[in-house]
């Protein structure tokens, strides 16, 4: 085969892999945002990504709202559905383990599953993309103008978040209750408050994520659990806790799918990418970025 067509296949391999590991990334970004708060799983992270695309379907195609009101308003009301998520999910438990909040969300991820399948059905949606169809042609590649939104929202949201936890007297407050609640507490940070908007933010980066999939993998109510397996993949490969691991997992799970169902067998790109991530936990089981804390907590 001519070197040409080699490289031109290569470049739309990259790009597909960078395209789809930038959604794990969000979902991993919203895993961790969590976990640091709360050292909770929250398996319904992909019933978030769900309800962003469906809720955006609603909004632009149903209701014809133009796309930038629309996309906020999704926003919005993802954001309000992360608030009651932990309100009436998470907070009513009392004497609350870990494992016990884990089963929580679990619980919570089947209703929002089946209230997703009552109000939309089990067809897939499509969304009109944001710039339109017309693909671009780079180096012999051919790119979907979506695929250059997913990668933008992707750097906006890491660019929002470190300003953020970085500059905002609340994402100080919330890094503090990761970094140790019970002294938070006596400098009079709530705790509680804390949680919530953790769940809250989480939430609607998941939705950002499920706004940008939908033009190219269309949504459907029965997603999440898929999502949520892909993206707590990319929590483990990047480092549990580790918001650039986040980014680097889901980006490097992304390009391995891809690379593998190019070069091997689109039948297995799910199997490629769990066989590299069970060998790296083999050689360095805190993950690429984690610490040693969470590797001594997986050995258990």
Partial sequence: ?????????????????????????????????????TEIINLAQGEFVVLGGLIMVFLRVTLGIPMIPAFFLTLLVVFVIGILFDRFAIRPIR??????????????????????????????????????????????????????????LLIVIVIGL???????????????????PDAARLVGINVKHMVLLSFALSATIGAVAGIGVTPIALMEYDRGAMLAVKGFAAVILGG???????????????????????????????????????????????GLLGNATVAKLKKF
Avoid: H
């Fill in 1 to 37: 085969m001519d070197n040409s067509i080699l490289f031109s296949q290569l470049i739309q391999y990259l790009i597909t892999g960078i395209t789809i590991g930038s959604i794990y990334a969000m979902i991993a970004v919203g895993f961790n945002i969590i976990y640091n708060v």
């Fill in 240 to 286: 549990l806790g580790s918001f650039p691991g986040a980014i680097l997992g889901g980006l490097t799970l992304g390009l391995i799918e891809s690379l593998g169902a190019g070069y091997i067998s689109s039948g297995y790109k799910d199997a490629f990418a769990l066989i590299v991530l069970l060998i790296l936990l083999f050689i360095k089981p805190s």
């Fill in 162 to 180: 470190t300003l953020f936890f970085e500059r905002n007297i609340i994402g100080k407050a919330m890094k503090a209750c990761a970094d140790n």
């Fill in 95 to 152: 004497q609350p383990s870990v494992m016990t909040l884990i089963i929580a969300t679990i619980a919570a991820s089947m209703i929002l599953k089946g209230a997703a399948m009552f109000i939309w059905g089990k067809d897939p949606y499509d969304l009109p993309a944001f710039s339109g169809r017309i693909p671009i042609k780079f180096l012999g590649a051919v790119i979907q103008p979506q695929a250059l939104w997913i990668i933008g």
